[in-house]
């Protein structure tokens, strides 16, 4: 068998130094043996946050689809106002206040749980997330009949489990994701947010209208029981995992070096202010989050008139598919782009800031499209799709980018641009005819390019100077000397 051979830096730990030559940092090279990626553990934990983030996002969106069997509305989705369960005389403010609950619930732990993650690991973070989310689905249906408010609150707090999750994956893979797989770990685990929607919103209509809307939220809380495989399975770091080959930890321990080891008590929030490559990440989500979350609500006002009022499970599907594409071309995109970085075609800087700009221009493209499809339901989710799914590129650019520029505090930088990214998911514009969609529609299309030319300018896969072990940097002087 052929053997792979890694080469990176001793001293800085980063595959930045032999691509872009960063030198301040690289002292000299050595060689390692690349372990196999077929049943190992570093794949293995990559596949489990793939369920475990198919399941938390399950849990995020089942209320959007559920939300139309748990309201008084006896003017459309038929079938789904079919299903057994009380009804609420809920305005169209408060089902959009219950469904942004939860972002804002997502806001307050995002970078808590970031910084929480880096200093003790995000094992526990990562599993008390989806196990808490999960728990409190369970609830939904009491909630709902105790009163808006309650529902309300039940909604937040389980944001407040998505929120330290994806600090805690990042902060995870700083630990176990060699320099030259972190795209495709990374994309893996998280594709599973877009596989989760996209089993999310066909089940949840089924589930409606054969057992009763208080049935998804049953059935969706079972999502308790990965939990138990997470806590059992998993490690913080390959140093502790009790099944780990030999051969896999040596050369994950090496080909990460110091940088994967947890930051202390303080962190140079300074340094980060002044930061311009984190700036850029922040820009960057923040224009590229401008439409994602109104997705479905297009779908549910405007996609029932341009179906000529389809049934509740053609809608379900419609809505699901642009996930489907997402998860599929996210997964792609993070091995095309390990491959260029292992071939030495491009450097870590231009492998971002190309997926990047192709996962932002070309979906505002057809996001333009769609706003002029006039009354074909096919064009308009065709459009959809291919924006949404092409947009999954960016998932090996700017969205894993924190990672490159301070491994140590990946987590706590990713707390900070998606607190921002949130935003626009609390703030999205929401319109109620074809005419008004086209208009958000080009808004989010030009925010979107200007997001991507201002990463392209400012953005950076270098390790920056402020994220490197003091140790490091102290041991470089020395040597010089």
């Not at 939904?140 to 529902?151: E, K, N």
């Not at 110091?258 to 820009?283: K, Y």
């Amino acid at each position: 068998m052929q053997q792979k051979y890694f080469w990176k830096s001793l001293i800085g730990c980063s595959v930045n130094g032999l691509t872009e030559g960063n030198n301040n940092i690289c002292i000299f090279l050595v060689c390692f043996t690349v372990a196999p990626q077929l049943c190992s553990a570093r794949y293995s934990l990559a596949l489990l946050m793939f369920f475990g983030f198919a399941v938390e996002y399950g849990l995020r969106v089942n209320l959007s689809v559920a939300m139309v069997a748990m309201v008084n509305d006896t003017e459309s989705h038929q079938s789904l106002n079919r299903s057994t369960g009380p009804r609420y005389p809920w305005s169209l403010e408060t089902q959009g206040m219950l469904l942004g609950a939860f972002y804002f619930g997502k806001m307050v732990t995002l970078i808590p749980g970031g910084y929480l993650a880096g200093r003790f690991g995000g094992r526990i973070f990562l599993g008390g997330g989806v196990l808490g989310t999960a728990a409190l689905t369970l609830l939904t249906p009491l909630a709902a009949q105790l009163g808006v408010s309650w529902l309300f609150a039940l909604r937040v707090f389980e944001g407040f489990g998505e929120g330290v999750m994806l600090p805690a994956m990042i902060t995870m893979w700083a630990r176990w994701a060699p320099p030259l797989e972190r795209s495709r770990l990374m994309t893996i685990s998280g594709a599973g947010a877009n596989f989760g929607a996209f089993v999310a919103f066909p089940v949840t209509g089924v589930i409606c209208e054969s057992l009763g809307w208080p049935a998804v939220f049953y059935i969706f809380g079972a999502g308790c029981l990965w939990a138990v495989f997470w806590f059992v399975l998993v490690s913080d770091e390959p140093r502790t995992h009790p099944r780990i080959s030999e051969p896999e930890k040596n050369y994950i321990i090496n080909s990460i070096g110091s940088q994967e080891s947890a930051h202390g008590w303080s962190i140079p929030l300074v340094s980060m202010m002044f930061s311009v490559p984190l700036w850029a990440i922040i820009i960057c989500q923040m224009c590229s989050n401008t439409l994602q979350t109104s997705l479905p609500t297009y779908m549910d006002t405007i996609g029932f008139d341009l179906g000529g009022g389809s049934e509740t499970d053609e809608i379900s599907f419609l809505s699901a598919l642009p996930y489907l594409g997402a998860w599929l071309f996210s997964v792609l995109s993070g091995v095309v782009a390990d491959h260029l970085l292992e071939r030495e075609v491009m450097s870590v800087t231009a492998v971002r800031k190309i997926f990047t700009l192709a996962g932002h221009v070309l979906p505002a493209a057809f996001l333009v499209a769609v706003g002029y499809t006039r009354c074909s339901s096919a064009l308009a989710v065709t459009c959809l799709t291919l924006s949404t799914t092409i947009r999954g590129t960016s998932k090996a650019g700017v969205f894993i980018n924190q990672i490159d520029i301070a491994p140590r505090y990946a987590g706590f930088l990713l707390g900070i641009t998606n607190t921002f990214g949130t935003i626009p998911g609390i703030l999205s514009p929401i319109a109620h005819s074809l005419a008004g969609w086209r208009n958000v529609f080009l808004l989010s299309a030009g925010v979107s390019v200007f997001g991507a030319l201002f990463f392209l300018a400012l953005g950076s896969g270098k390790i920056q100077w402020w994220a490197v072990e003091e140790e490091l940097i102290n041991d470089e002087e020395k040597m010089e000397r």
